[in-house]
């Protein structure tokens, strides 16, 4: 019997980036509280008056990569996993792949830092989501084996399409001190995602501020950071500003719509 999925209704999720929790909630970043920032925005959460289908976290989950920030990070997202739904993680250039594997996914121990790259499909919607970490690089790279892995991802059918989700984005940023520590292999990743009609968006964070731009006949869109933002009328240095922020996003008829919801700081 087959499945068949009334994509004619809205499907909504939240998407979440840049928390850079420490190992405990009176270690700062930039003078600011990581758990805090975070305690602050999942408090807005619990307000909204929709249910979101998934939470999506695109990278710069810890600030350190190490153990306890994660063991920390894992507490955290308990918070999160109380909506009942998928809460799917990318990695950015402040996270580790080897503790990451070891506390949030309970691998053993090891040395080797795989890629963490995956595929849900939710609602009708398959949600992918690269691994841009470049280890011991700010910028982001996304290889040739997870190019090939998306091509084959995106052949496949869906009722409501394709989103890729990463943590660098694939596009130049406004403000030029960020614009140099992008995605690597933006083009590489465009020529793969420009032979398929049927993605609907690339979300990501890394600049801490939103920015909407056409991308490889799609959308490209960054949510702004949980734990501060970048002034984007600041071109040519960065200003730091205390507000948070992440996105209510909606699949409405074959379209992505991205709305972002600021808090003070």
């Known amino acids: 019997m087959t499945n068949l ?26 003078s600011r509280s990581p758990a805090q920032k975070l305690a602050t925005l999942l408090s807005r959460i619990h307000e909204l008056e929709i249910h979101p289908a998934f939470v999506l976290i695109t990278g710069d989950l810890v600030n350190g990569g190490t153990l306890d920030e994660y063991q920390f990070l894992q507490t955290e997202l308990g918070q999160l996993e109380q909506l009942g739904v998928p809460i799917l993680l990318a990695l ?26 995956h595929s849900t499909v939710i609602g009708g919607l398959n949600v992918i989501v690269l691994d841009s970490h470049l280890p011991g690089e700010v910028n982001g790279y996304v290889d040739a084996e997870q190019l090939a892995w998306l091509d084959a991802e ?29 995605l690597n292999n933006a083009d590489a990743l465009a020529a793969v995602v420009r032979r398929y009609p049927n993605v609907i968006g690339v979300l990501s964070g890394h600049i801490h501020y939103s920015h909407v731009t056409a991308f490889a006949n799609t959308v490209s869109y960054t949510t702004p950071a949980v734990l501060y933002t970048i002034d984007p009328g ?12 992440f996105s209510i996003g909606t699949v409405h008829n074959g379209q992505l719509l991205m709305n972002t919801v600021m808090l003070p700081g």
């Open 5 to 30: 999925i009334d994509h004619t209704t809205d499907l909504t999720f939240l998407h979440l980036t840049d928390l850079h929790l420490t190992a405990a909630p009176d270690l700062l970043v930039n």
């Open 92 to 117: 950015g250039n402040h996270d580790a792949r080897c503790p990451f594997r070891q506390v949030i996914l309970g691998e053993a121990p090891s040395e080797a830092p795989t890629p963490y790259y």
């Open 154 to 182: 995106l052949a496949k059918p869906t009722a409501r399409g394709h989103l890729i989700a990463l943590h660098h984005p694939p596009v130049p940023a406004t403000v030029r001190l960020l614009d140099t520590l992008g």
């Open 234 to 245: 600041v071109t040519d240095n960065l200003r730091i500003l205390d507000g948070s922020g």
